[in-house]
């Protein structure tokens, strides 16, 4: 009967979505209306109202609906979202200022001369109205409006000039910041929780762990990674689209003429082209560029962009007035002088501690009122001419609106189709394809190219998504990532936006084209657009690197990067250092015999043992290399013929896992009728017998598996924990080798503030002589605060804390206090003659063994990778492996 409900579900769905009904409505209605029809049902036909659920019943689904709705705005860490009105408020203000419209005559004037000149350039703005607006319908409008007429009149092929447009205006679906973008990348990283639950359970059903090793887990995608991720697909669709335009011109010059400027290419050119150009260019730089640098998050990012959209706004609408451009010129300086404050003092209120940083702090605190000034102004004229600050704020409400009461709806919907089982289902369905993943996948982006045909990308996001994303990124046979995925489903939405004869962006541009473009040249013209869509979407999934670069990239060289000794990154760190070993293997032994012949006396003796023993491990650590190297090429040997009868096992016992589900389900329901229906013996006959049908069939699924198969698998075991073993042990001395040199480089490098502390024994004899005791104890523990800083002397302030725990209690101990504290002054004075006298004779060449093995041999205990070791590992962990065989 479950199945009953959920075909109830999606029919309820889809008539209501046919039938004009709104989408923020037609998805909770459906859900609810179904959830209350199953739960009646079940009342009054099985007497239990959660009969007709997969699991629990209606109380909980429709709570869990609720919750939903509740973790879309009540959960502070959910802020993605926040984003949304950000950028939408950006690109409509760029768009009802007309500096899009600048942007395209700008453009059609420098590029206007070159065959094709004006499609390249409708391409090139519609990236860059895709990278403000990310709204299909007002991207494809706005360049009809634009671009059409003027294509037109430049006798432009119909076919061409409608294609051009279509495809430059669907780029708003893949082109960062993307409104799509962002609700993927929400929908996404719930869908990573799941499939992460997923595989930690398929990881504990074959192996028995309970605990999944960090690195075999899902990386999961935030809006920034996915900016990040789409950020080169997107490039290399405009390139194509470019390339496509330009050939088409040379090869048909009819069809693309180039377009002569009849003015001159003068300076009052160049101010217009810069004054078009720079302003939208910039603010597009520093909204992506910012992310990109990991100054700011995907929300800050949107609150710049809107900002700056304010200030370019209100010199265009005053276009030609006195004082045009002051509140932008007052802003640009105000931005500066704070860039300029900002590297040269210290800025954080709370560590002024000079009055050279407190003047910096005023004069950045003027230059804020200034740009506030300019933005209050900026704002005031938006405000006043031709009400567009309203308007512009209207229709932002209005799509935000749209999208958060979809994404409720869908929350519900989503809920609802669980509860009948259907998730299950699709995941049953999905699995049980021949072919593994990748068949899934194709299904997976089949279904939604056809859905782009009659519905949204909100809905695709917020409905389709959160099911199949789970079931794709739980495979360990691919280990895609989400970013991946999620850049992969906006490609596919994008395409079938443009497919007729159902695009959506044919119909917005059939809207606002004039009579004498048919429908036909629209179709015509899209055909050539959607191939190299598909060629630009083969790509990406060809090439995953592609998308995960860029996010990997950002992720480890920004300033909360991962210290490199994260276990995710080990294996591709490990790769890189091993090719350096093997090109400056007689360097790096060059660098630890010359540091073994360094005097150590002046250290004491624990540290001297420490070094001598950290260069006996940096000795160790080719041998360790070559241990690893040896034991990692035997497991891969071996896994090269073990990997198909693994792969052949583990879907036998997947199989087996369904069917003692099944047979305990059958069990179950025998019990259940037994005990509370009088069930004829028919009813039993046919209940036991399918449950002997299960039986067999799971005895036959036994015995398909191949005898050789424990053996191999403890075989495999071995290898595997022998190269682990020797990973492990590569990693231990490398970290043995580096660690003594890392302290005894902390104790020497910065002494004045040990030095400074030499003054902390002034006068604490005579406190503890005469002073009160709570006094000369409150003293001294002052005084003690003081070594809390600095390393290596725990032993001088543990003294002092004896000392002052002697005056402790009704009969203070003052003869006491004094000797620990003259031991503690004793200890002070050895730790810093040592300390000097190692900073001069021994700290230079200690410095110089760093510099030689800080990036190989004790890049692990380094705070953040060094930049060019970062990218190697990023380009590294870009690519999808196969991690099936861990499981």
Request: charged fraction near 15%.
């Amino acid at each position: 009967m479950e199945i009953v409900f959920l075909c109830t579900l999606v029919l309820m769905m889809v008539i209501a979505l046919s039938s004009g009904f709104p989408v923020a409505f037609a998805l909770p209605g459906s859900a609810i209306a179904t959830i209350v029809l199953a739960a009646t049902c079940g009342y009054f036909f099985a007497g239990d109202p959660s009969a007709y659920f997969a699991q629990d019943g209606p109380t909980e689904w429709m709570t869990a609906g609720i919750t939903n709705f509740r973790s879309l705005y009540w959960e502070v860490e959910r802020d993605t979202l926040i984003a949304i009105p950000l950028f939408v408020f950006m690109g409509i203000m760029l768009e009802r200022s007309r500096i899009a419209e600048d942007l395209l005559v700008a453009m059609a004037r420098l590029f206007g001369p070159v065959p094709g000149g004006l499609g390249i350039s409708v391409v090139f703005v519609g990236a860059l109205l895709a990278a403000t607006t990310g709204i299909l319908g007002a991207t494809v409008i706005a360049m009809g409006l634009i671009s059409l007429p003027a294509m037109l009149r430049n006798n432009y092929s119909k076919p061409l000039a409608t294609g051009t447009i279509c495809a430059s205006g669907t780029l708003g679906q893949i082109i960062p910041p993307s409104i799509v973008l962002i609700i993927l990348a929400d929908q996404l990283s719930n869908a990573a929780d799941q499939a992460s639950t997923l595989r930690k359970a398929e990881y504990k059903a074959f192996t028995g762990e309970f605990s999944l090793p960090t690195q075999l887990d899902i990386v999961s995608a935030s809006a920034g990674d996915m900016f990040m991720g789409a950020l080169v697909p997107g490039l290399i669709l405009v390139s194509l689209y470019m390339l496509y335009i330009l050939i088409r011109a040379i090869t048909k010059p009819g069809t693309a003429p180039p377009v002569p400027y009849e003015g001159k290419y003068d300076r009052n050119f160049a101010i217009s082209i810069a004054l078009s150009l720079v302003p939208p260019l910039t603010l597009i730089f520093v909204v992506l560029g910012s992310i990109i640098l990991g100054i700011a998050t995907v929300n800050q990012a949107g609150a710049i962009g809107a900002v700056g959209a304010i200030i370019m706004a209100g010199y265009r609408l005053t276009d030609g007035k006195r004082g045009q451009y002051l509140p932008t010129i007052l802003a640009t300086c105000s931005i500066a002088v704070v860039l300029v404050l900002n590297n040269n003092f210290n800025l954080n209120v709370k560590n002024v501690s000079t009055n050279r940083d407190l003047i910096g702090v005023i004069v950045a605190a003027a230059a804020v009122l200034v740009f506030v000034i300019a933005l209050v102004w900026s704002c005031w004229r938006t405000y006043k001419i031709n009400d567009t600050l309203v308007s512009v704020m209207v229709d932002t409400a209005k799509t935000t609106s749209m999208v958060f009461i979809i994404l409720i709806g869908a929350a519900m919907l989503t809920s609802a189709f669980r509860a009948f089982g259907g998730e299950e289902l699709v995941r049953e369905f999905l699995t049980s394809l021949p072919g593994g993943f990748w068949t899934q996948f194709l299904v997976v982006m089949l279904v939604i190219f056809l859905l782009g045909f009659f519905l949204d990308f909100i809905e695709i996001a917020v409905v389709v998504v959160p099911i199949v994303a789970p079931i794709l990124l739980s495979d360990p046979s691919a280990n895609i990532t989400a970013v991946w995925l999620g850049v992969m489903i906006g490609l596919n939405i994008q395409t079938s936006f443009l497919t007729p004869p159902f695009g959506f962006a044919l119909f917005y541009l059939r809207g606002v084209a004039p009579p004498e473009v048919r429908t036909t040249h629209i179709y015509k013209g899209a055909v050539a657009f959607i191939m190299l869509q598909l060629a630009g979407l083969a790509i990406a999934g060809y090439f995953p690197s592609l998308v995960n670069y860029m996010p990997n990239r950002t992720h480890l060289t920004a300033e909360t990067a991962p210290p490199p000794v994260n276990p995710k990154l080990q294996l591709c760190i490990e790769e890189h250092l091993f090719g350096y070993y093997d090109e400056n293997q007689d360097g790096l032994l060059q660098s630890i015999n010359q540091a073994r012949s360094l005097n150590l006396n002046s250290l004491p003796e624990a540290l001297q043992k420490s070094l001598n023993s950290s260069f006996d491990s940096a000795n160790q650590t080719f041998e360790n290399v070559e241990s690893v190297k040896l034991t990692s090429a035997i497991l891969e040997q071996f896994k090269d013929n073990y990997q198909p009868l693994h792969t052949q096992v583990r879907s036998i016992q997947t199989s087996i896992r369904k069917l003692k589900q099944e047979l305990k389900n059958q069990q179950d329901n025998l019990d259940r009728v037994s005990r509370r229906e009088q069930p004829t013996e028919q009813q039993l006959e046919k209940l036991e017998s399918d449950i002997s049908r299960t039986q067999e069939l799971i005895e036959e699924a036994e015995r398909n598996i191949p005898a050789q198969w424990e053996e191999q698998r403890n075989q495999y075991l071995e290898l595997a924990k022998n190269d682990q073993v020797a990973r492990s042990n590569y990693r231990r001395g490398v970290d043995e080798a580096y660690e003594p040199l890392r302290v005894v480089r902390i104790l020497l490098v910065d002494l004045e503030p040990l030095q400074a502390l030499e003054s902390v024994f002034e006068g604490l004899d005579q406190v503890i002589n005469s002073e009160e005791a709570e006094t000369a104890m409150e003293i001294i523990k002052q005084k003690e605060s003081d070594f809390s800083e600095i390393e290596g002397v725990s032993h001088i302030k543990s003294l002092l804390s004896k000392s002052r725990r002697a005056l402790k209690g009704d009969s203070p101990d003052r003869d006491k206090a004094l000797q620990l504290l003259n031991e503690s002054k004793e200890a002070f004075n050895q730790e810093l003659v040592w300390r000097v006298q190692a900073a001069d004779n021994l700290l230079p060449g200690l410095n110089t063994y760093n510099n030689a093995i800080y990036d190989s041999v004790g890049l692990r205990l380094q705070k953040r990778l060094p930049v060019n070791i970062a990218t190697e590992v990023a380009s590294c962990l870009s690519h999808h492996k196969d991690i099936s065989v861990h499981f």
